[in-house]
């Protein structure tokens, strides 16, 4: 759920980088309450192989936020 106040402290996760790691993703927590890791990823990779070196189209964490929006709309019945 929400909290009812602001907090500057930020919840830091580790992850040991490995050649099968393609991408960091570091965004706030509106992405994290409507996309899971799982779909995040999904959805970078799919951008990424859309438009391998992110010239075509919008810039990629654009196109991210995009989708975040049409997810958070989704959820509460509205239409982006």
């Given at each position: 759920?929400?909290?009812?106040?602001?907090?500057?402290?930020?919840?830091?996760?580790?992850?040991?980088?490995?050649?099968?790691?393609?991408?960091?993703?570091?965004?706030?927590d509106g992405?994290?309450?409507?996309?899971?890791?799982?779909?995040?990823?999904?959805?970078?990779?799919?951008?990424?192989?859309?438009?391998?070196?992110?010239?075509?189209?919008?810039?990629?964490?654009?196109?991210?936020?995009?989708?975040?929006?049409?997810?958070?709309?989704?959820?509460?019945?509205?239409?982006?």
């Amino acid at each position: 759920g929400h909290l009812p106040y602001i907090t500057g402290k930020p919840k830091v996760q580790r992850h040991a980088v490995t050649k099968q790691d393609c991408y960091l993703v570091v965004a706030t927590d509106g992405v994290w309450e409507h996309m899971s890791s799982e779909e995040v990823a999904t959805e970078v990779d799919r951008i990424f192989s859309e438009d391998p070196k992110g010239k075509e189209h919008k810039h990629p964490a654009m196109r991210l936020v995009d989708t975040v929006i049409r997810h958070a709309a989704d959820k509460v019945g509205l239409q982006a």
